[in-house]
Every structure is written in C-alpha cells, then in structure tokens.
C-alpha cells in the first residue's frame, strides 16, 4: 500500500521493471515483497519469458556481428 493506505494497481511496466531489476540481481527485499504482494505470478512469467528471448536473441545478433568482422 503507498502512503494514502491504497494499493498500487497491477500494471504490466512495474510487471517488466520487476523482472528487468531481477534478471540483473539487483532488488531490494522490501521491494522483492511488495511485488509478491501486489504482481499477477502469469504476469511475471510472461515477461520473465519474453526478457529471455530478448536476451537471447541479442546475444545471438552481437555473436553473428562480431564473427561478420
């Protein structure tokens, strides 16, 4: 809850912040959870999997760039 006692509403950016500060290690326990409190679990799956293949695919495009070169 924030400071006017009212929860924070389930929105997909603090869904994707969530699972972007935790793909680098980075979380606060407090943070850590208040996002188990307020954040939909399909949610954080569906984003967890999509950072994954971003990741990847980034990887994957530096790799074919650099061996190009």
């Known amino acids: 809850m924030n400071m006017a006692g009212v929860p ?5 950016w603090r869904t994707v912040k969530a699972v972007a500060w ?3 290690g980075l979380r606060a326990r ?3 959870e208040e996002d188990v409190k307020n954040l939909n679990p399909i949610h954080i799956i569906v ?3 999509v950072g994954v293949f ?3 695919a ?3 495009l530096l790799v ?3 061996v190009a070169r």
Do not use: E
């Open 8 to 12: 924070p509403k389930k929105s997909i």
């Open 22 to 24: 935790s793909f680098v």
């Open 30 to 32: 407090g943070d850590y």
């Open 47 to 49: 984003a967890g999997l």
């Open 54 to 56: 971003v990741f990847v």
């Open 58 to 60: 980034a990887l994957v």
């Open 64 to 66: 074919n760039w650099m």
